[in-house]
């Protein structure tokens, strides 16, 4: 089985920061991507950040600048550096990893909430 487990998620005010984990077990080889998505009530899930294994990164244009992703291969753990956090950041912020061949792993997800 391989689970994702996230940490770092709460309530903050705008204007502070927060850093989601989220760490990899059970059996998967070659971790390729990994990622951060976020899900707003009534919305589709999107894309806020992702690391390729060779430290390729890719953000959206909302959270460029303001949130940093990164990975420790050794530990199998992504984090979201996420500063100068907005209302509108305010969501369900979802784990995702795929190695090669696999299907995309789906963390349980951990709730941001950002307040004014």
């Known amino acids: 089985q391989v689970q994702l487990v996230e940490s770092g998620g709460g309530l903050v005010q705008a204007g502070e920061s927060l850093r989601l984990s989220c760490v990899v077990s059970?059996?998967?080889?070659?971790?390729?991507?990994m990622g951060w998505y976020r899900q707003v009530p009534g919305e589709q899930r999107e894309l806020v950040a992702t690391?390729?294994?060779?430290?390729?990164?890719n953000y959206a244009d909302s959270v460029k600048g303001r949130f940093t992703i990164s990975r420790d291969n050794a530990k199998r753990t992504v984090y979201l550096q996420m500063n100068s956090l907005e209302v509108e950041d305010t969501a369900v912020y979802y784990c995702?990893?795929?190695?090669?061949?696999?299907?995309?792993?789906w963390g349980q997800g951990t709730q941001v909430t950002v307040s004014s």
């Open positions: 690391i390729t294994s060779g430290d390729m990164t």
């Open positions: 995702n990893v795929k190695g090669w061949r696999t299907p995309h792993y």
């Open positions: 059970g059996v998967i080889f070659s971790i390729d991507v």
